[in-house]
C-alpha cells in the first residue's frame, strides 16, 4: 500500500512539475513574441496590427471570451449565423483593443513572478516594466486542446473580461437584448 | 510487480478520464465568486455628471496635461508624483491605525519621516531601503470595517466614487494634518488632482478610444480596484469565462 501510494505521489510530481515546465516555457515565449510586436517601431502601423491579429488568434481563448461576455440566454436564442457574425467582430475589437493598449504603452520586459493554478485556469503573475515605472500584469490561461489561451488580463487590477461584461451587459440591457445592436457597437470602435 | 501493474493501470484509467472531459463541447469551470451588480440608483445623473466631466477635461484639463507630459521629462513627472504621494502619507498613517494594521502605520511614519527630510518627497527614498509604499485611505478603512460602499456616485470634475470613499474623502479633508497646516490649500489640492490626472492620462485615451459605454467601464475600473485593495485574492477570485472548445 505505501509504495503504491509512494508511486502515485511520484507519478503526480512528475506530472505538476512537467505542467509547470510547459506553461512557464510558453509564457516566456509567448510575452518575447508579445514584447518583439509592441516594441518593432521600424514597420508600418497597419503591418504591426496584423502582427497583433495573428497573436490574438493563437495565444486568446477567443470563443470562450467572447461567449462569456454574453447571457446564457442571449447565446441560446439566437441563430448560428448571428453567433458567428458577432464571435468575427469580437476577434476584431479584442485585437483593437489589445493594439490599442500595447500601442501607447512602451515596454522594456515582462518578468515571471509565480504561477497559481484555480479550477484548472492558470493565474500567471508578471510584472511588466521598462526603465522607470512597472505594471503589475496577471495573465488567466487554460489548456484547450493541448495549447494554452488566455482567458483573460488583468492589468494593475483591472480585468479585461469584467469590464468588458460590465459594458456589454449594458448594451444588451439598453437594446432588451438585442446581440445585432451590440454588434453594431462593436464595428463602430 | 503486480503493485506496478496496479498503479499503470490506474494512471491509464485518469489519463482516459481526463481525454474525454478535456473533448466535451463545454467545460464549465467558474468563478468560485460572482462579481456583484454594482448599486446604482442615480445613474442618469451620474450619466450627466460624468458628461460634464469629459466636456471640462476636454476643453480645459486634457491640453493641461498633454503639454506637461510633453514637456516635463520622465524624472520630473515622476518627483511630482512622489511629492503628493508623500502628502498623503499622514493620512494612511492615521488610516492604519484605525484598521490595526501598526507596523503599516509606523512604515509610513518612517517613509514620511525620510522622503520629506531629504527631497522634500520628491525623492521615494525609503522605498530604495525596503520602505515600500503600502496604499489606503479612510475610504477603505470604512470599508474593512464592514461599511458597505452605498451607491455609486460621479463627483463633478473629481470623478468616480461612491458613498462610502466619498464620506471618506470629507473626513480626510478635515483630518489632514498636512493640508490643514500649509497655506493656500486650495492651490495643493488642484495640483494633486492634475496629478492624479496625469497618472491616469493613458487609461483615460483608452477609454475613449476602445470603449463602448465608458460610463461602464469606468464605473467597473473603480470598484476593480477599490476592491482589489480590500480583498485578499481578489485576482483569484475574478469571475472566469466558461471554456469553450475553440
Redesign the interface.
Known sequence: MF??LT??LF?FINFSYAEDIEITNWFNQESKEFLEIMNNADVEKHQNYEKYKVFVETNF?????A???LNEKIIEKNDKETLLRYEKTFKA?LT??IY??AN??TSGEIILRDI?V????Y?I?SDISDR?SSVSL?W?V?K??DSY?I??I?V????Y???K???????LRKSRGSLDFLIK??E?? | MK??F??LL??ILLFISYVSF?NSDE?P????VS?DE?YDPLEPINRAILDFNFFIDDIAIRPVIKTYKFIAP??VE?GVSNFFSNLKEPIRVISFVFQGEFMKSINSVGRFSINTLTSLGTFDLASRIGMTENETDIGLTLAKSGVSSGPYIVVPIIGPSNFRDLSGNVVEFFVDPISNNIPNRSYVSIGSGLNSRAELD?EV??IR?????K???I???YY??RN?QIEED???N?????????
Open positions: 509504495k503504491i508511486l502515485l507519478f481563448a477567443l470563443k470562450s471570451i461567449y462569456g461576455l475589437y483593437k483593443t490599442n493598449l501607447t504603452s497559481d484555480k479550477d484548472g485556469v493565474i503573475n522607470t496577471y488567466k487554460a484547450i486542446k489561451k482567458l483573460d488583468i494593475e487590477n483591472t480585468s473580461f469584467v469590464t461584461k460590465s459594458e456589454f451587459t449594458k448594451i457597437e462593436l463602430k470602435i | 503493485n506496478l496496479k498503479v490506474l494512471q478535456a467545460i469551470i467558474e468563478s468560485s462579481y454594482i520622465d524624472p515622476k493613458e485615451d483608452q478610444e476602445v470603449s463602448t459605454d460610463y461602464e467601464m464605473k467597473s475600473i476593480q480596484n482589489s481578489f485576482v483569484q475574478l469571475p472566469t469565462p466558461k471554456i469553450y472548445i475553440e
